[in-house]
């Protein structure tokens, strides 16, 4: 069963890490064009701290304190913009707390924010298979995002290197397509920031899919994810995904990823670096 209050309303509204507000011109330029920012400075170059985002969201992630396995499952099963990101965020918080030995600066690095300094791990998702240990739907996700990270596509990282190193891939727009990008984008090792203007996921249209879909989102995380329920292509003749929950799943997973999915924020234009 899952935990009480985790489910959300039909329009998934957000508190987003950074908070959700319209971006000006010259703050959108700072965050899209600026290639050595990281970390919190990235957080700060106009779109709002991180640190200032764990304290604000501390209340909604109270019921579940400080056990990572509550917190996950909460992150797992929610359709609740605002707790899917508190709870993201308070997991990997935690998972870095656990695991560094440094300052509290570093512990309040965001997950995107520390993709310069990954090894021996590469995605946050590996911080948090540390911090939840034997959880048994934990573990089926991880060996889903393992078989999906060690593919030879993305062998070497490739978006990592040469012309791409230090630069930020910006996707707009976060639709199912949107965050699928950044999905792959991720997975080749580029840096990626998701710009959304909405603040929710309100589409309810249903989607049939054709069946390497539903293959494909199950290798995402279907199944251990929610939305869509655990018995999501149980029966392959009703194979079909509410949009809204499609964008919830690939949201999670980009989030697992080391993606910065920013809500409420409107792309404008592109500047080149000075």
Known sequence: SKQAGVRGSAQRRSDTAPPARRLSR?????????????????????VGSWTTFLGRTAEKVAPWGED???LFDAFRSTDDLGLTFATFAHL???ACQTQDVGSEAQHLTPPWGALDSLAPWCFPYERLRLLLGGNRMAKRLWEKLDARSTRPDFEGAPCAAGRLRGRRAVVVGAGPCGLYAAIQLRLLGAHVVVLERREEFSRINQLHLWPWCGE????LGARCLEPPPLDFGANPDLLSIGIGDLQILLLKTALLLGAEICLGAEFERIEWDS
């Open 68 to 70: 990572p396995n509550k």
């Open 26 to 46: 010259s703050s959108l330029a700072a965050s899209a064009t600026r290639v050595s920012a990281t970390g919190v400075e990235a957080c700060d170059a106009g």
């Open 216 to 219: 494909e989102l199950k290798d």
């Open 92 to 94: 990997f918080r935690l």
